[in-house]
């Protein structure tokens, strides 16, 4: 089992930045790719960013490209998600979550073993 905590959600105005943290508990953190993922009340769950399990690899949602940055320490169990030049769009609960691939860069929800709780990022106009 690998819990996941997210942190570092909030209230921002549009063009602010927050770092979001997933510090990750339980059987070791690395054999995992990271993901984050957010949802908008009556929207499905989408894509934000996923890292390798090295963290030499990462993709990302067009949205969010040029202006999040994934990132991961292995030795501290942690993985980020800094966000800069918000916009209101960006409202939602975002998620972090475990996938146990070896060499892939998984975009979509299913597939993703262990999930956070959320945190809630809101971005006033």
């Known amino acids: 089992q690998v819990q996941l905590v997210e942190s570092g959600g909030g209230l921002v105005q549009a063009g602010g930045s927050l770092r979001l943290s997933c510090a990750a508990s339980?059987?070791?953190?690395?054999?995992?790719?990271m993901g984050w993922f957010r949802q908008a009340p009556g929207k499905e769950r989408e894509f934000v960013a996923v890292?390798?399990?090295?963290?030499?690899?990462?993709t990302s949602a067009d949205s969010v490209k040029g202006r999040f940055t994934i990132s991961r320490d292995n030795a501290k169990n942690t993985v980020y998600l800094q966000m800069n030049s918000l916009k209101p769009e960006d409202t939602a609960v975002y998620y972090c979550?475990?996938?146990?691939?070896?060499?892939?860069?998984?975009?979509?929800?299913?597939?993703?073993?262990?999930w956070g709780q959320g945190t809630q990022v809101t971005v006033s106009s």
């Open positions: 979550a475990a996938h146990p691939c070896t060499a892939c860069l998984p975009t979509a929800p299913p597939g993703y073993t262990y």
């Open positions: 339980g059987r070791t953190f690395s054999p995992y790719a």
């Open positions: 890292i390798s399990r090295s963290g030499g690899s990462t």
